[in-house]
């Protein structure tokens, strides 16, 4: 399907996301710069990996956002014994009532859809979180020789709990590098606790409108593509990047101290990828480094390993990327 854009597509893209923030905050308090840089990822075509305690709404703030946008949802519950074919799909025989014959058929598994919510991806093997990042990185499966392209838009939330440890599977560094975005998100404000409280307590429920199609999602994906960036900001992004390769010739001396290695030519990619998108979310025609350092962390923190010397220290990946921000210039 070909995907036109006009010049009004910018101004319909920031009325929509307007619009879309009105929806979720119907449902949804607070949690304002991950909701933010959800939209980001999915105008990106891009993938998100949700990281924080059981209790913060994860769940239901990727079900608002897929009522909102009127997209197709499903929910995968990552366990131990999820096997690959339940994410995928699987082939079964059919008898054929007519004609008494036998024949395989596909039957399409949860990742057909175009928002896939990939509850707790580390409490599942190697093996079968494989078979989603492949979905996720070829918008395809393929099963018993045959090949089924996935519906779009699609894009892939995922989540991880921080603090259980026991019987999980780390995503390996390769397999995160194929997320976006890494987004944690903080406990709320003693007062959007109590708008939290209020709201789940009551008998009343709120209804989200949808204020945006499927269509319009792919237009606007189109949209960000064709955003010109100026060259200055591509080399900001690219030294910046440079920079968390510890023996590199631009990394600086505490990258070499802190850091094992650093962060891949992908992640100068979605810098660029995501300061075009908040820059056409906020309405302007042209990102600027302000808006790759806005995306910087959340594109870099799952990117970059820190050493022994970082951990005896306590000093965190996002501290490293911070003093990173302070001295790329």
Known sequence: MEIKTSPDTLDQLHEGYRRLRA?????????????????VSIICRGHVLLVGVPGLAKTLLIHTISDAVELKFNRIQFTPDLMPSDITGTEIIEQDQTT??????FVKGPVFANVVLADEINRTPPKTQAALLE????HRVTAAGHTYSLPEPFFVLATQNPIEQEGTYPLPEAQLDRFMLNLWLDYPTFDQEVDVVRQTTSARKAKVECVMSAEDILQYQQLVREIPVADNVIEYAVRLVGKTRPGGPLAPDFVNEYLSYGAGPRASQYLILGAKAMAALDGRLTPSIADVNGIASSVLRHRIVTNFSAEAEGVSSVQVIERLLETNV
């Open 23 to 39: 929806e979720i905050a119907k449902v949804i308090v607070g949690q304002d710069d991950a909701i933010h840089r959800i939209i």
């Open 100 to 105: 008494g014959g036998r024949q395989f058929k």
């Open 135 to 138: 979905a996720m990185q070829e």
